[in-house]
């Protein structure tokens, strides 16, 4: 008996329309590859000098705060000294402009040196002081009275500091 072979059926393969496309069934559609932007990377050379530019910045910071005093030219201790050394206030405990003055010294205020009229009256008669704040400066051996409310960078040049 010899084998015989059985035809091979023929199956029909199924066409949809789709909008106007034939497509065969069991295939699919491909949606369209979407590629998003990519960021470069840094270059080399950037990436390098990143920790040396932050180590320079901290320098500065530190510098900064180590010698903030000597930027700030009207209130250094030498010249806050000199000013002390060379002027005398008159003032009350209840006047505002000197408790104004004395605030623009700041801590160096207990160095100066400070009369209360309202506590000592006789000295400030004996000067003839009648308002207040008022300076009394000494340059070169001679007294110069000033009557209100003066900058630092004002007394420093008037005193010579």
Do not use: H
């Amino acid at each position: 008996m010899a084998k015989t072979k059985k035809p091979k059926k023929k199956t029909k393969k199924i066409v949809k329309k789709e909008k106007g496309k034939i497509r065969k069934s069991g295939s699919y559609k491909r949606k369209p590859k979407v590629e998003f932007p990519t960021i470069p990377p840094e270059p080399k050379s950037q990436k390098r000098n990143t920790p040396l530019i932050i180590a320079i910045v901290i320098i500065f910071i530190l510098l900064g705060i180590i010698f903030y005093e000597d930027f700030i030219p009207d209130k250094t201790p030498k010249i806050m000294k000199c000013i002390a050394s060379k002027a005398q206030l008159f003032a009350t405990t209840t006047c505002p402009f000197c408790t104004q003055q004395i605030g623009l010294f700041g801590d160096y205020s207990v160095l100066f040196n400070i009369t209360y009229c309202n506590q000592n009256p006789n000295v400030c008669n004996e000067r003839g002081i009648q308002s207040v704040p008022f300076w009394v400066i000494n340059t070169n051996g001679s007294e110069q009275g000033i009557l209100g409310l003066i900058p630092v960078e004002e007394l420093k040049e008037l005193t010579g500091c």
